[in-house]
């Protein structure tokens, strides 16, 4: 394995799936694009192989993976369906949704990899090179994002050789991702909660229910206590710079992360101005967020001072991952 040295790199094609698929099954570690973010993938039934995925990250054990497979029987050999879930399975697999969900009798998806938890949440991803990997490999793939704990996720295999090189076996480079927000996340409980704002919007995901999602109770989103997604702590999502939200003028040397074309006093002072999107695009805002976020910590800017950003749509996963950058550092 190549830790220490740097990490290869290659593009996306028919050798590179081939290469990550062998080295998954030799219990390697492999980032890949998937449409959301960029994914950290190890062999979910290899507990040594989801180890060595943790220490590469430096991610706290507590915190359980998503398991990736290629298809809905797949999914169903490691966890049960309800009505519900099967509902949403069939509307938005693969795409941009993972499923909390109770674990079969035969799960063969390490403890490791779920925490203990006697639930496992699975994804289908919809990205061609991901879906290349798992039917190669043919076996659920445990996939954080690629990304060491704490920073924020990666939309490009350039973002992931800068935390991950040296520390995993290979990277696999598809370009920028499409949604760029990580999944949105449904607890398949007695009735569906969401458990993280993601790249499926929420209205969505209730039109097919028939009802509204429930909300998590409020600690689950704290440093504290025990969370119902326990990796979402409340200042995760950090970029090295203070994070400030809801600017409304810029005070001299901040940095401004604007959305759409609304004026704002104090701009011909601002260090450094982005737009996640001047005409006002959710989808498009989404997209360039991670990086606007990283490319700003590039420039060393001390504070990004950001715009108000409607909270409908996928403005709801853009404003929990601000939410999170900010937490600590207001
Ligand atoms: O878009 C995505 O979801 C990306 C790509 C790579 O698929 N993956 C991703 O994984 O964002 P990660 O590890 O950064 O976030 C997974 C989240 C964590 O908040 C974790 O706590 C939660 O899923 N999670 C995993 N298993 C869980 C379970 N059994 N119950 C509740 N939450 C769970
Ligand atoms: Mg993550």
């Not at 999914?75 to 069939?90: N, T, V």
């Not at 040296?166 to 991702?177: M, S």
Request: proline share 8%; glycine share 10%.
């Amino acid at each position: 394995m190549n830790v220490g040295l740097k990490t290869p790199i290659l593009p996306a094609g028919e050798p590179a799936a081939a290469a990550a698929a062998h080295s998954l099954g030799e219990g390697g570690l492999v980032a890949f694009p998937t449409e959301t973010v960029y994914g950290l993938g190890a062999d979910a039934t290899n507990p040594a192989a989801i180890a060595r995925l943790y220490q590469a990250k430096g991610r706290p054990a507590f915190n359980p993976l998503i398991a990736h497979v290629g298809d809905i029987s797949a999914a169903r050999q490691i966890a049960r369906f309800d009505d519900a879930a099967m509902a949403l399975a069939e509307a938005f697999w693969p795409g941009p949704l993972t499923l909390v969900l109770p674990k079969t009798e035969g799960c063969a998806v390490a403890e490791l990899a779920t925490a203990g938890l006697d639930t496992v949440a699975i994804r289908i991803p919809a990205h061609p090179v991901a879906r290349d990997i798992l039917r190669l490999f043919g076996r659920p793939v445990a996939a954080p994002s690629a990304n060491l704990s704490g920073h924020v996720s990666p939309t490009t295999a350039a973002h992931v050789e800068s935390d991950l090189s040296g520390r995993i076996d290979l990277i696999v480079d598809g370009g920028a991702v499409a949604v760029g927000v990580e999944s949105t996340i449904v607890g398949c409980f007695d009735q569906p909660m969401l458990l993280r704002p993601g790249g499926l919007a929420r209205t969505e995901i209730e039109r097919v229910l028939g009802r509204a999602l429930l909300q998590p109770p409020v600690d689950a989103d704290s440093d504290s206590g025990q969370p119902l997604a326990p990796g979402m702590l409340a200042s995760h999502y950090a970029p090295r710079a203070r994070v400030r939200l809801h600017a409304d003028r810029i005070e001299p040397g901040e940095a401004l992360l604007a959305f759409g074309l609304g004026a704002i006093s104090g701009i011909d002072a601002a260090s450094a101005v982005m737009n996640l999107s001047a005409r006002g695009d959710l989808a498009e805002a989404a997209a360039n967020l991670f990086g606007f976020l990283r490319a700003l910590d590039a420039k060393g800017v001390r504070t990004i001072a950001v715009m108000p950003i409607p909270d409908e749509g996928l403005g709801e996963a853009i404003n929990d991952r601000l939410r999170r950058a900010a937490v600590g550092r207001e």
